[in-house]
């Protein structure tokens, strides 16, 4: 099985590599064209399918309270996940039970006898979703829960009188949402859901990368589309997350308009807030400790070198990175590799994302410090459409 993984993962690379024009020898130019030709039958696929809910010949399911679906157009590193948990959390300390739907992506599937109950249990709805958290405590380990699920659950625990907030994960978000009211849901948080048109939201999020919006304006697998860009019209806001000024912002404000002219559009930037011990949640350090020191950066992340850029931007000097691919779950061979690496490379320290922090295994003995680096959402321009999107949603308009 791990050498069919990494034979898939290497795939995986060396398409990406293709799509980003990495490669440009004689087979790679003659697979782009296939690409392109999967990506223009895909693409009729999508629109064929958007036309059916359109036409109600395939018909949304309603859930019995407010439905906020958070999503992208295209496939990964738009900055989704802190955006999910910053809008749970506001929701939650305006006095409403938040539940966040997931499907768990790439997450370790039931047990075997579990899927064969389900399929001869006459119907499947009734079997219960996986709840990553409800609130109080986190339930799954994040190979059963998906890196991203259990990185909202451990973040968004009850503490110091702060409200919690439920995460569950199932292929079925309409069935996990059903099980989440049982519990006291009063508004569900689709994640990933803008293609999730099985379920009808009451506010479409739409999140978008303002340094790469539409990466080379493709469809899979020719590009990082999942769906045409026209379609950014199904939104209610649209969310410009990487932010920081310039004309480039403006250009993109004026296409996103001319495509949806009643959108609602607020700038935002991941902004590091500290570091975090990988094995020890109670050690925390100021973004100062990087300053000046030799660091090994190790992420399998979709877009590395944002995470790279804040390292060097914080004073750190790289002097060893590894990449993964995105959603690599890590072996403990590979994590020994890295820490000898860095040991060659004198590394001071070593750094990884929150997100591959829940992916590590067991660490190895006399390593340097192995931290992570927390990233917050930050609202800079459009506070005022972020506030009055909070109270639509607590009102239930």
Request: glycine fraction near 6%; aromatic fraction near 8%.
């Amino acid at each position: 099985m791990l050498i069919i993984r990494d034979s898939l993962e290497k795939l995986e690379q060396y398409v990406i590599e293709i799509i980003n024009g990495e490669r440009r020898h004689g087979f790679a130019r003659i697979f782009r064209y296939f690409l392109f030709f999967l990506s223009r039958l895909y693409r009729n696929a999508v629109q064929f399918r958007l036309s059916l809910y359109n036409s109600s010949i395939l018909r949304q399911r309603v859930l019995g309270c407010f439905v906020v679906s958070v999503g992208n157009l295209t496939t990964g590193g738009t900055g989704k996940t802190p955006l999910v948990e910053l809008l749970a959390r506001n929701l939650a300390e305006r006095g409403k039970k938040v539940a966040i739907l997931s499907r768990g992506y790439r997450s370790k599937p039931r047990p075997l006898w579990q899927r064969i109950k389900s399929l001869f249990s006459g119907n499947p709805e009734l079997v219960p979703p996986r709840f990553v958290s409800d609130g109080e405590r986190v339930l799954l380990d994040s190979a059963r829960a998906g890196d991203e699920p259990y990185m909202l659950a451990r973040n968004l625990l009850s503490r110091n009188g702060r409200p919690g907030v439920m995460v569950v994960v199932d292929k079925n978000r309409y069935k996990g949402g059903t099980f989440a009211t049982r519990k006291g849901a009063d508004i569900m948080i689709l994640d990933d859901g803008f293609q999730h048109l099985k379920l009808r939201p009451w506010t479409n999020i739409l999140v978008i990368d303002s340094t790469n919006p539409f990466h080379n304006h493709e469809m899979l697998p020719c590009g990082m589309l999942r769906e045409p860009i026209k379609n950014l019209r199904r939104a209610d806001y649209i969310f410009l997350t990487k932010s920081n000024g310039g004309d480039h912002l403006r250009h993109l404000r004026r296409f996103l308009k001319s495509h949806n002219s009643q959108a609602k559009i607020i700038e935002c930037n991941h902004v590091p807030c500290y570091l975090e011990q990988v094995d020890d949640a109670e050690k925390t350090y100021a973004l100062a400790t990087l300053k000046g020191k030799r660091v090994a950066a190790l992420s399998a992340i979709a877009v590395p070198e944002s995470f790279e850029g804040y390292l060097e931007d914080l004073g750190a000097e790289l002097v060893y990175r590894k990449r993964f691919v995105d959603h690599h779950r890590y072996r403990s061979a590979e994590l020994v590799e890295f820490c000898r690496k860095a040991a060659e490379n004198q590394a001071e320290l070593l750094l990884t994302t929150e997100k591959d922090a829940v992916r590590l295994p067991q660490l190895p003995a006399d390593i340097p410090p192995f931290l992570f680096l927390r990233v917050e959402i930050k609202i800079l321009k459009g506070q005022e459409h972020f506030e009055n999107c909070l109270s639509q949603i607590c009102l239930g308009r």
